[in-house]
Antibody, heavy 122, light 110 residues
Framework: QVQLEESGGGVVQPGGSLRLSCAAS????????MHWVRQAPGKGLEWLAV????????FYADSVKGRFTISRDNSKNTMFLQMSTLKTDDTAVYYC???????????????WGQGTLVPVSS | QSALTQPASVSGSPGQSISISCTGT?????????VSWYQQHPGKAPKLLIH???KRSSGISYRFSGSKSANTASLTISGLQAEDEADYYC??????????FGGGTKLSVL
């Protein structure tokens, strides 16, 4: 069965950096685009970034462009989100999610991880 | 990439029908036939209900339907059931390989 498991969350100070990981299993990881989505406590969902199945294409929301970097290692079935220059507004649960289509990115998600909490606080 | 506009809350009685609106611009909702709807129960990951404006995701009840007119999309839930009580998010392609969510709507089944 498809499983996505985020890790790497934890308290970080404003201005700091953190790398999140998303370990995938139960499907051919290298065939699917992957996304990061976050949800601030008590707030709505925010799409952050997507990476194509082969890692050659990466796209970001304006709110994180230049500060966050999405990447993947298909040999290890793992996706990453490198976050830098973190702000208190970045406090959220960060989810990884699988794009529902193989091939070209559809933008929709069919499987999600359980999320990892990143509090940004001094 | 501004968040799409949804009502903060809607409510209905069991058996009734409700609609949730999602208003964007010609750069997102109005510009593409690529609007989706997600349902999220407390403490759970979101679940895809509708994609491409009107297409129900696999296993989703016929009670859920989507539509779009100009810059506003809508999700209609007919025959409301207690288990429909959840948060609902619209989501649209916004051009240049970016996407945007709505602010979310809390549905209460009275």
């Amino acid at each position: 069965q498809v499983q996505l498991e985020e890790s790497g969350g934890g308290v970080v100070q404003p201005g700091g950096s953190l790398r999140l990981s998303c370990a995938a299993s139960g499907f051919t990881f290298s065939s699917f685009g992957m996304h990061w989505v976050r949800q601030a406590p008590g707030k709505g969902l925010e799409w952050l970034a997507v990476i194509s199945s082969d890692g050659s294409n990466k796209f970001y929301a304006d709110s994180v462009k230049g500060r966050f970097t999405i990447s993947r290692d298909n040999s290890k079935n793992t996706m990453f989100l490198q976050m830098s220059t973190l702000k208190t507004d970045d406090t959220a649960v960060y989810y990884c999610a699988r794009d529902m289509a193989t091939g070209p990115i559809s933008g929709d998600f069919d499987f999600w991880g359980q999320g990892t909490l990143v509090p940004v606080s001094s | 990439q501004s968040a799409l506009t949804q009502p903060a809350s809607v409510s209905g009685s069991p058996g009734q029908s409700i609609s949730i609106s999602c208003t964007g611009t010609s750069s997102d909702v109005g510009g593409y036939y690529l609007v989706s709807w997600y349902q999220q129960h407390p403490g759970k990951a979101p679940k895809l209900l509708i994609h491409d404006v009107t297409k129900r995701s696999s296993g989703i009840s016929y009670r859920f339907s989507g539509s779009k007119s100009a810059n506003t999309a809508s999700l209609t839930i007919s025959g409301l059931q207690a288990e429909d009580e959840a948060d609902y998010y619209c989501y649209s392609y916004a051009g240049s390989n970016t996407w945007v969510f709505g602010g979310g709507t809390k549905l209460s089944v009275l």
